[in-house]
């Protein structure tokens, strides 16, 4: 399997990018933006998008944690981005998300985590659409085309956002634009992980990695080669990666509704 099929043209990716930031930001009178800063690959790399099309003083950064800060990571990321202290909060959302688990009675078991991680990104996508409206700003989101199809994001949490900047690019794809744009080596080397519970990783959770699975979905829903040819070129969980796919499916689905 040649991985080279995902490869990019970083130079004209980033000037698509930034046009379109640009356009839309312009169409729609806005001069704000809001964007949720993990300290991850993604974030970090819409984040830097962000910073060629506005003026610092309009760009608003929210880091919100439910265990500890990434504080390293956040210094490397705003370190001569000249963001004024004012437009940066770090806040803990763990109390706001323990009191919402108490109050639906959902006690901190391992079989709830998963019901746990999907308040803890509807509680973040509250603090960012009330910072938006605060500061008439639409808010950035930060996800790929390979969350996007593997239906990794939760519903009116994560996946909710105004403009998306790199939703049409996978996992693998933002790593090389991320390169380019010289993002520090240390967010790229970083597993990535949602942050929902204490030791969670995309892959792990997965079972399979973002390398596979970018070339599956490519190989698959771009391509239209069938499973079985996949898996002859050597792409052994392409059942596994279709299967996940097919099981978040209704994310991409929903609300049903009379048409």
Same mark, same amino acid.
């Given at each position: 399997?040649?991985?080279?099929?995902?490869?990019?043209?970083?130079?004209?990716?980033?000037?698509?990018?930034?046009?379109?930031?640009?356009?839309?930001?312009?169409?729609?009178?806005?001069?704000?933006?809001?964007?949720?800063?993990?300290?991850?690959?993604?974030?970090?790399?819409?984040?830097?998008?962000?910073?060629?099309?506005?003026?610092?003083?309009?760009?608003?950064?929210?880091?919100?944690?439910?265990?500890?800060?990434?504080?390293?990571?956040?210094?490397?990321?705003?370190?001569?981005?000249?963001?004024?202290? &004012?437009?940066?909060?770090?806040?803990?959302?763990?109390?706001?998300?323990?009191?919402?688990?108490?109050?639906? *009675?959902?006690?901190?078991?391992?079989?709830?985590?998963?019901?746990? *991680?999907?308040?803890?990104?509807?509680?973040?996508?509250?603090?960012?659409?009330?910072?938006?409206?605060?500061?008439?700003?639409?808010?950035?989101?930060?996800?790929?085309?390979?969350?996007?199809?593997?239906?990794?994001?939760?519903?009116?949490?994560?996946?909710?956002?105004?403009?998306?900047?790199?939703?049409?690019?996978? &996992?693998?794809?933002?790593?090389?634009?991320?390169?380019?744009?010289?993002?520090?080596?240390?967010?790229?080397?970083?597993?990535?992980?949602?942050?929902?519970?204490?030791?969670?990783?995309?892959?792990?959770?997965? *079972?399979?990695?973002?390398?596979?699975?970018?070339?599956?979905?490519?190989?698959?829903?771009?391509?239209?080669?069938?499973?079985?040819?996949?898996?002859?070129? *050597?792409?052994?969980?392409?059942?596994?990666?279709?299967?996940?796919?097919?099981?978040?499916?209704?994310?991409?689905?929903?609300?049903?509704?009379?048409?």
């Amino acid at each position: 399997m040649d991985k080279s099929i995902l490869n990019i043209d970083c130079e004209k990716e980033k000037a698509r990018i930034l046009n379109f930031l640009r356009e839309t930001f312009k169409k729609q009178n806005i001069k704000n933006a809001v964007v949720g800063l993990s300290g991850g690959l993604d974030s970090a790399t819409s984040f830097y998008f962000l910073r060629e099309v506005l003026e610092p003083e309009n760009i608003y950064i929210a880091h919100l944690y439910y265990f500890e800060p990434c504080l390293s990571m956040l210094n490397l990321l705003l370190k001569e981005s000249k963001i004024p202290e &004012k437009n940066i909060q770090i806040i803990s959302i763990k109390h706001n998300v323990d009191e919402i688990a108490k109050s639906l *009675g959902i006690e901190q078991r391992e079989e709830n985590k998963i019901r746990i *991680g999907n308040i803890t990104a509807r509680v973040r996508m509250i603090f960012l659409y009330d910072l938006a409206k605060k500061n008439n700003a639409l808010v950035c989101g930060t996800e790929n085309r390979s969350e996007k199809f593997l239906g990794y994001f939760t519903r009116f949490g994560d996946e909710a956002s105004d403009i998306e900047p790199i939703t049409h690019l996978f &996992k693998t794809q933002v790593l090389q634009l991320a390169s380019y744009l010289g993002i520090p080596k240390a967010i790229i080397m970083q597993k990535p992980t949602a942050g929902l519970w204490a030791g969670q990783t995309d892959e792990d959770e997965f *079972g399979f990695t973002y390398e596979e699975a970018d070339q599956v979905l490519y190989l698959r829903f771009d391509k239209h080669f069938s499973v079985e040819q996949i898996k002859k070129m *050597g792409l052994e969980n392409a059942e596994k990666i279709i299967l996940y796919v097919k099981r978040n499916e209704f994310k991409q689905k929903t609300p049903y509704r009379i048409l």
